[in-house]
């Protein structure tokens, strides 16, 4: 039976949790502080661990970074209000697996509890192989920036450093990268150094020989190895031990690793692909991460943009992850309220991609409408846009979000006749096409 430990310090509202997974027959210990926590975690070997963020005696996060050292295969979700997304994108740092926002939908959450329990073994021991990467690629200038850069790396052999916001899509372009490059019939092993503590670091990259430590019963190939001919993907690099990072430099100069507890060194043959979302240029200042291994993996540097930033794609994600969550929920959300689409535009996506496919998925999943309406979207995120900084798209962009809308939608009602689209849009049939076009609406 799978167990789940829940730590939420809202007595009703744990209740009512811990009675709904009972039904979906999961086995559920509740702890409504950090300390029984921790206590039951010692005691008790959970599959999932469902964590609320703000505890009487402290933060979901140092429950985290704790369980991070001593059981770092466990799959944690956090919990928490939709203000704290920043914190909970912090979280998704230190190896969360994910985060849902408060009040939560049950049947959001059994989706998160069940991809993150079928995923569980990703982070850190089973290398990821290359799936084909579902995305788009925007047509603001920073997104055709960032394909002209991939485009102009990708068959090279060049060390790549993606640097962004979380949540931005750096593994995506680590994995574009990969499949544009001529390794891309060998694998794609990615890893989240976030994820890693010092003695697992040096066997999940390098490798160990049965008996180079309590536990370890057998050889196990690192990623490098399994990586042969193919690319490795280093996510959170600046989080690697200055033990691990003389090792990588070692396997980045001569191509050579040495397994934990191996006197023999072992060819290998990979790339390697880098992100940060850390300023590393400090860190090597500070002393913390070495200046030589820096240089080594910046011989090219691509900056992903924050979703902010991305002004007019922002429709574009929008349309793509209401399509995704269409597909998954069984759902046939076809546009957005004008109302909704004008919050959606406005807030400033601390959480990025990430967080946009979170709210949209969330909101799809409340819609049993064609129509995401702006009720489905999180009771908080109008007043969070009244006190953060209106830094994202500008005006222009605004113009064009609703004037892409509306283009779609009077398609829609005309059946795609463009003539009779153009009539009712009182505009001619050429500009129709020319907008169109421009907004990448398949004619
Ligand atoms: N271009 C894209 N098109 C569609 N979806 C995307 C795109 N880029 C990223 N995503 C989605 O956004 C989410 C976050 O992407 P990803 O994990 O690559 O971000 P990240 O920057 O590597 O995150 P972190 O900083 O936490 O490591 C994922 O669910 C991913 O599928």
């Not at 209740?15 to 702890?31: N, R, T, Y």
């Not at 240089?295 to 979703?307: D, G, M, T, W, Y």
């Not at 689409?341 to 807030?347: G, I, R």
């Amino acid at each position: 039976m799978i167990r789940i430990l829940l730590v939420e310090d809202d007595l009703t509202f744990s209740l009512i949790l811990e009675s709904f997974l009972q039904k979906q027959g999961f086995a559920v210990e509740v702890c409504h502080q950090l300390k029984d926590a921790e206590k039951a975690l010692s005691l008790t070997k959970f599959n999932l661990l469902l964590l609320d963020y703000r505890l009487p005696d402290g933060t979901g996060q140092e429950l985290l970074e704790k369980v991070r050292l001593q059981n770092p295969k466990l799959p944690v979700i956090i919990m928490t209000s939709f203000r704290d997304v920043r914190t909970a994108v912090q979280a998704m740092r230190s190896g969360a697996f994910d985060y849902i926002t408060k009040p939560v939908i049950p049947d959001e959450l059994l989706l998160v509890v069940r991809q993150a329990l079928q995923k569980k073994n990703d982070t850190v021991s089973e290398a990821k192989t290359a799936e084909k990467p579902a995305f788009i690629k925007g047509y603001s200038p920073v997104s055709e920036q960032l394909h002209r850069y991939i485009e102009l790396v990708a068959p090279t052999e060049m060390s790549v450093i993606i640097q962004g916001e979380s949540g931005t899509g750096k593994e995506n372009v680590a994995r574009t990268i990969h499949a544009l490059s001529q390794r891309s019939d060998a694998p794609f092993v990615a890893i989240d150094c976030g994820a890693l503590s010092g003695e697992l670091a040096a066997s999940e990259l390098f490798g160990h020989v049965k008996g180079a430590f309590t536990g370890a019963l057998q050889d196990k190939k690192g990623l490098f190895e399994t990586a042969s001919g193919g690319t490795v993907f280093l996510d959170e690099v600046g989080n690697l031990s200055y033990e691990i990072q003389v090792k990588l430099l070692r396997a980045l100069q001569e191509r050579v690793i040495q397994p934990v507890g191996s006197t023999k060194t072992i060819n290998v043959d990979f790339r390697l692909i880098t992100a940060t979302n850390d300023n590393l240029q400090q860190s090597v200042k500070n002393g913390t991460f070495r200046e030589d291994l820096f240089h080594r993996l910046n011989e090219f540097s691509i900056k992903v943009p924050a979703l902010r930033e991305r002004g007019e794609d922002l429709q574009e994600f929008v349309q793509f992850f209401i399509a995704q969550a269409n597909a998954e929920l069984d759902r046939n959300v076809k546009n957005v309220s004008p109302e909704a689409a004008a919050l959606l535009l406005h807030y400033d996506w601390p959480g990025n991609l990430r967080e946009l496919k979170n709210v949209i998925k969330r909101a799809v999943l409340l819609s049993p409408s064609e129509t995401l309406e702006k009720t489905a979207l999180p009771a908080d995120m109008e007043q969070e846009l009244q006190t953060t900084k209106p830094s994202g798209p500008d005006l222009k962009a605004a113009q064009e979000f609703t004037e892409k809308e509306l283009i779609n939608k009077t398609l829609q009602e005309a059946k795609f006749n463009k003539s009779k689209a153009a009539r009712l849009l009182n505009i001619d049939r050429k500009t129709l096409y020319l907008k169109m076009q421009k907004y990448g609406i398949d004619p």
